[in-house]
């Protein structure tokens, strides 16, 4: 009995909570409470932060404003820049077109210029006078081209046009061809246009030459025609006219007669729609006759080029004959002897007086021998008498004269050049 009474009582004391432990979770946790109040207590509100780091934050407002302006200082003085470089490449703009307006007019005044110089110095030297203008004028076309190569700026028509005449005319078909089509390109009127096509039929037109293309030259040439229907007034036939003429013009050239006659045909029917007192309309009619005139004495002023010279009958032909052509001042002269038995016979000399279309004619004047009763006496009398010459067609080297003494039967021979 005993002995139950101490196992229980050993029980009890093991269940027992232990004092010590539940002292020390107590005091941790008061610890814990005291250590969190003081955190609390002494951590740092925001007034006092602001408070000690006032003159951190000015550092850094002003460091941020003065970056500021220098970043708006910065971009103005860069757009001052390049306002200036604007102004600086206007410039040179304005002076690039001033120079190319100033050599075009040169060029154009280039030709009056060396026409005047030989008309008011009759003794200078025509061949110098030629070199000089054309090496003149290759330094201004040189000048404008180098000048346009590369520039923006679109300049009047007129201007691509003449620079694209010069280079035609000097074989540059290329790049004749090149400044043609900016012509056309910076064509703001109708008449503009008009002109820009022609120059394109013309240049497309020229055979032998790297930009021939027939079905081009067509093309533009009939665009030239149909375009100037749009133009206002009497321009218009005016216009119209002009292409027709230019291209009739191109089609004798290329050895086509009646496509070039119908062509005029219709030029003159242009011309003729002119008013009475528009003083282009006689002056284009009268245009159309002299390429006409030159278009029927064709074969014949091929003559011309080989004209001067001696030319002489034939051995053994009935009549033994020596002309000698040459030029002078006031136009072709002439000489004729005509021998009889080796005696001179005729003895003439005179000046061309007119021409045909197939061929021309000379006045010549000095002496003849006296024949009395069909026999030639030594006693001579002066004569006049008119000396037809014409071209033969089948060769350039023969010529069929005619000598018309006054009064007496015409005397017919063929001479050759010698």
């Known amino acids: 009995m005993k002995e139950e009474s101490e196992n229980i009582e050993q029980n009890k004391d093991e269940f027992k909570p232990d004092r010590n432990s539940f002292l020390d979770e107590k005091i941790d946790l008061l610890e814990n409470q005291i250590h969190h109040i003081n955190t609390k207590l002494h951590a740092p509100d925001k007034k006092s932060w602001l408070s000690k780091n006032f003159s951190l934050i000015l550092s850094i407002v002003a460091l941020t404003t003065s970056i500021a302006f220098s970043i708006y200082g910065i971009r103005k003085e860069k757009l001052k820049e390049k306002a200036q470089t604007e102004k600086a490449n206007e410039l040179s703009k304005s002076e690039k077109i001033h120079k190319i307006q100033e050599l075009t007019l040169n060029l154009t005044q280039l030709v009056e210029k060396n026409t005047k110089l030989a008309a008011e110095n009759p003794n200078v030297d025509v061949n110098l006078l030629s070199v000089m203008h054309n090496y003149q004028r290759l330094i201004y076309i040189n000048e404008i081209m180098e000048l346009i190569e590369g520039f923006t700026v679109e300049f009047p028509p007129d201007i691509y046009a003449l620079i694209g005449i010069n280079l035609r005319n ?37 055979r032998n030459s790297p930009v021939f293309n027939a079905d081009s030259a067509n093309y533009y040439r009939r665009l030239s025609i149909l375009s100037s229907d749009q133009i206002y007034g009497e321009q218009r036939f005016l216009f119209k006219g002009y292409s027709y003429q230019l291209w009739a013009l191109d089609e004798f050239y290329l050895g086509n007669p009646l496509f070039a006659m119908r062509l005029i045909d219709s030029a003159r029917a242009q011309y003729l729609n002119l008013s009475e007192n528009n003083t282009a309309k006689n002056h284009n009619l009268r245009m159309l006759g002299q390429i006409l005139s030159f278009e029927n004495r064709k074969d014949l002023n091929k003559v011309f080029v080989n004209l001067a010279g001696e030319w002489v009958t034939s051995r053994g032909a009935a009549t033994n004959a020596k002309v000698h052509f040459y030029q002078n001042a006031n136009g072709w002269m002439c000489s004729l002897e005509v021998y009889e038995l080796d005696k001179m016979v005729y003895n003439l000399m005179g000046t061309m007086v007119s021409i045909s279309d197939s061929h021309m004619t000379f006045s010549l004047q000095g002496m003849k021998k006296i024949f009395i009763y069909g026999n030639p006496s030594n006693d001579r009398t002066s004569s006049s008498a008119s000396f037809i010459v014409t071209k033969s067609n089948k060769n350039d080297n023969v010529l069929y004269v005619t000598l018309n003494e006054m009064n007496n039967e015409g005397l017919k021979f063929t001479i050759s050049k010698k």
Do not use: C, H, N
């Open 170 to 206: 000097d074989g540059q078909f290329e790049k004749a061809l090149e400044f043609f089509q900016r012509e056309l390109q910076s064509a703001r009127s109708t008449t503009s246009r008009v002109v820009a096509y022609r120059d394109l039929g013309q240049v497309f037109g020229i």
